[in-house]
Nanobody, 124 residues
Framework: QVQLVESGGGLVQAGDSLRLSCAAS????????MGWFRQAPGKEREFVAV????????KYADSVKGRFTISRDKAKNTVYMAMNSLKPEDTAVYYC?????????????????WGQGTQVTVSS
């Protein structure tokens, strides 16, 4: 099992920045990719960004390209997501997820492990 714990959410104004963190523990050896998804009230969970643990290959949703940056710190078993130029439509609960196998899926159903989520609220 892999345990994921997110942190870093909060209430900010449009145009501000936040950095989310996701600390992984447990049987992390062999995790191929870790990603971020988000879910706004009344909407389905959607893909935001993902990074491969080894090579650092990344993939982003079109809605966040150029504003969000995903990175990882192997020594700390932690994935980060820097979020800049935040918009009210970025308001959601943000979830960290991990999967063991190739490739970098954007479908939430392909991820085996999930964190509890952290709230990000962007006011206009």
């Amino acid at each position: 099992q892999v345990q994921l714990v997110e942190s870093g959410g909060g209430l900010v104004q449009a145009g501000d920045s936040l950095r989310l963190s996701c600390a992984a523990s447990g049987r992390t050896f062999g995790v191929y990719a870790m990603g971020w998804f988000r879910q706004a009230p009344g909407k389905e969970r959607e893909f935001v960004a993902v990074i491969s643990w080894g090579a650092g290959t990344t993939k982003y949703a079109d809605s966040v390209k150029g504003r969000f940056t995903i990175s990882r710190d192997k020594a700390k078993n932690t994935v980060y997501m820097a979020m800049n130029s935040l918009k009210p439509e970025d308001t959601a609960v943000y979830y960290c997820a991990a999967r063991r196998n190739y490739p970098l899926f954007v479908d939430a159903g392909e991820y085996e492990y999930w964190g509890q989520g952290t709230q990000v609220t962007v006011s206009s």
